[in-house]
């Protein structure tokens, strides 16, 4: 089981990172891979118990690979650092299977400076779900979930939730609809906001429908007035009906 708990962890590699070609490219040059090899022992003596040895580790791999992963994080299976330098992930981080981070992520509490002695054993750092994707250099910023599949760009700063299947873009994040998801309910399928929150972007899609309905009657009963004006020899509509027709068009 051991073995094939690596195995898999290789083949994460070399499946999301186009350059790597083979096991052993993997296992002799990707700090992202060494720095996984060191945490994995770390956290097996952090959670022996073994606090200071945990940290030893953690903090010789720091050094070898510019990767900094607390022993107390919890990491899921075929978890893949790209380029990994300058990468921080904080003590009580958690993190789902299939989690892609590229170079320059944090995944940190957002004022751990201050009140320090009473953060200690609490909640300060992210959730990550599976199938998350971070990308260069963004910071994931306090206890926030961050859905399954959800996507956060280069760059963002992000302090708050994101739903599942979402991205996250810019400083604050904000949720953008990927262009490869065509339309609304391809979009609904995946935004499972989390319970409270209702999707902003669905939101206005689903407003913007509803106009679209109301309009549409509209113009439906305009068009069968003026069929029924026809028949009866009234060849337009009053200036009332034109005025009210306008005005719906307008709002
Ligand atoms: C966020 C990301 C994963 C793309 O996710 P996606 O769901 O496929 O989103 P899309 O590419 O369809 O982009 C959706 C919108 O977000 C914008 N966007 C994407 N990434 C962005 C970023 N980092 N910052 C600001 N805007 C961004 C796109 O321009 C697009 O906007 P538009 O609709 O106005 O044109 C990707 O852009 C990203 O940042 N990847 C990280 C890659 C990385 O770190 N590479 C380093 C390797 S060395």
Redesign the pocket.
Known sequence: MFGRRWREDIDAFIQRDPAARTSIEVIFLYQGFHALACYRLSHYLWSLNWKFSGRLVSQLARILTGIEIHPGAIIGRRFVI??GMGVVIGETSEIGNDVTL??DVTLGGTSPAINSSEQVGTKRHPTLGNGV??????QILGPIIIGDNA??????VVSKDVGAG?????IPARV??????KDARDFHAYAAMPEGQPDPLLTVIENLREQIRVLNDRIHELEGTQRIKKSSGISSLPKSEIGESRRTQKS
Do not use: E, F
Request: charged fraction near 15%.
């Open positions: 790209d380029h590229y170079h994707i971070v990308g260069s250099g963004a996507r956060v760009g280069s760059n963002a979402l991205t996250a873009v810019g953008v609809l990927p262009k490869n998801r």
